[in-house]
């Protein structure tokens, strides 16, 4: 290598690695939103930012063609596919059927419950009664006079896979709502509600009760402890992998009351063993065990006797649980629902993922640049382009079932994981739109209606942050304030 070809290789390559060029389309200028990262205390975290017109044309740009880790925004692009392939008036049915016959008031043989993938089956839509479908199921029954069950309660599966979770989903995440199993036959979100009152003498074990009917199907070892008043609340709840005991050592100042839903393991179990109690608490007996049954089964044929049916509400209520509340269990329910039905087959996450990425390529993303291990985004080995996700909004603006889409989100300072942000600012009511959170990672997008009078699609995600997450969420303010004057 001769001295001059050296002298030019230096040089080039002290000016990339110092950062003295600006990469092409990106906005670095003191009139851009990059302003308030650079003067931010979380200028050495990795940030993103894309704001679109209405035609998808770029505004403005920030390090939007990097993969970043979306967190929970992969959910706008999640349900986008769902409603684009399930529709909007799309409905579970969950059938109890009984093999056997009546006789007096018993029913000799079995009774099953063939789950559909429905994820509704709790409070959530039926005024908080928890209990609302499993009512309906003993009504039928005790309308037919049958006080006993002779025979087996047995519950199907088969409409999913046998893969509770997603791939690289943390273990840590597992203990909790946001990580429960994913089953096709599910009750109250596949989880037990906790209640914990500190309302003893200091230093005693605070009392706890929790849903259903501090049922005997999960153990809890209550190791808390009551502390004095003004202490500070220390969290500790763990469920031991791959049982049903779930371990709770946390501290709580005198007359605190806590509430945390927990998961359990093996969803479909869950759901027989509270139907079981719930027919015997109703006078209704059975006599035999409960069943798992994950065998694809010929429904039509004559031994299979139709007892009463549930028909859930219609997909485009469900579909604000996961962008409005962000409910990673309603989305991973919904994403292989979409591939049973697609593929007539159990539906998995892999199946579901490849109809996203199909959906994805219609958008127009590049899918080459997109990782997707879960459909919800609480995998950290997600990625994916701000600028993508920021212009498949824009596309999706012309998609028959957008105004279904649009108010499925967070309306700034008034609901859902919003509700909290944005309040007594200009944006307060005028940006529709989702949040996302893992740990070192913060992600907002959404619909903005801007200062000017038009709608503009944007993102922004920060990765790999130190300060507090509420810090970063200030910097996204006044990132999203600057976009709703200047545009």
Known sequence: MGKKTLLWFV????????????????????????????????????????????????????????????????????????????????????????????????????????????????????????????????????????????????????????????????????????????????????????????????????????????TDYVTFENEQVITPPGTEYDEFYRRVLGTNTILLRSKLPQNYVEKESLSIKNAPRFFLDTFKQYLEDGGIEVAGGIIVDSQ?????????????????????????????ESSNFYTEMLLKTMAAVEFDAPGSTDLGLHLVEDFAASMKMDTTKIELTDGSGMAASTLLKPLDLSQMMVAMSDHPHFDVYKNSLSLAGIDGSLKKRFSDSPVQGKLYGKTGYLSGVRSLSGYLDTSSGQTVAFTIATNNYTQKTSYIDTVQQQIVQHIYQKY
């Open 296 to 324: 694809n089964t010929d429904w039509k044929s004559d031994k299979y006797q139709p007892l009463v049916k549930h028909q859930s509400v219609p997909l485009k209520k469900m579909i604000t649980q996961i962008n409005k």
């Open 11 to 214: 040089v080039i390559s002290f000016s990339f690695g110092g950062f003295s060029f600006p990469v092409s389309g990106q906005d670095i200028n003191e009139q851009s939103a990059y302003q308030y990262i650079k003067k931010s205390r979380a200028n050495d975290a990795f940030w993103s930012i894309t704001v679109c017109d209405s035609t998808g044309t770029i505004l403005e740009s920030y390090n939007s063609r990097k993969l970043m880790r979306p967190a929970s925004n992969l959910k706008l692009l999640t349900s986008a596919a769902i409603l684009d392939q399930l529709g909007p008036d799309f409905t579970f049915t969950t059938t109890v059927y009984g093999i056997g016959h009546k006789s007096g008031n018993t029913w000799k043989g079995d009774i099953i419950i063939r789950g559909s993938g429905d994820p509704s089956i709790s409070g959530t839509f039926y005024n908080e009664d928890r209990f609302h479908v499993f009512d309906k199921f003993y009504t039928a029954l005790d309308s037919m006079g049958i006080r006993k069950i002779e025979g087996n309660l047995i519950g199907n599966d088969a409409f999913f896979d046998q893969q509770p979770y997603p791939k690289n989903w943390s273990w840590q995440d597992l203990s909790f709502y946001y990580g429960v199993e994913i089953s096709a036959l599910s009750f109250n979100n596949n989880a037990v509600d906790l209640r914990v009152y500190a309302d003893g003498e200091i230093g005693s074990t605070p009392r706890i009760e929790w849903f259903p009917f501090d």
